[in-house]
């Protein structure tokens, strides 16, 4: 009998555990940037890509509405 409830009791913990893992995702962020040489000026599109983690979906919704970013799972 307590052989069956320490493996539920396992089961149960171990379950637990995996449910507040984190996931992580590739974030990608476009910028507008301005280049000055002594000619001309331009403005251009810079790519910045980063890898985010996080535990809670709402966190990487904030990321994407903030930042602008763009984030898939990896």
């Not at 000055?36 to 994407?64: F, H, L």
């Amino acid at each position: 009998m307590k052989k069956n409830l320490f493996i539920v009791l396992v089961v149960v913990l171990s379950g637990l555990m995996f449910t507040s893992c984190s996931k992580c995702y590739e974030c990608t962020t476009e910028h507008e940037v301005e280049v000055i040489t002594p000619d001309t000026s331009y403005v251009t599109q810079e790519t910045s890509t980063e890898d985010y983690c996080s535990s809670s979906a709402e966190e990487v919704a904030q990321k994407e509405a903030d930042e602008g970013s763009v984030c898939t799972a990896i």
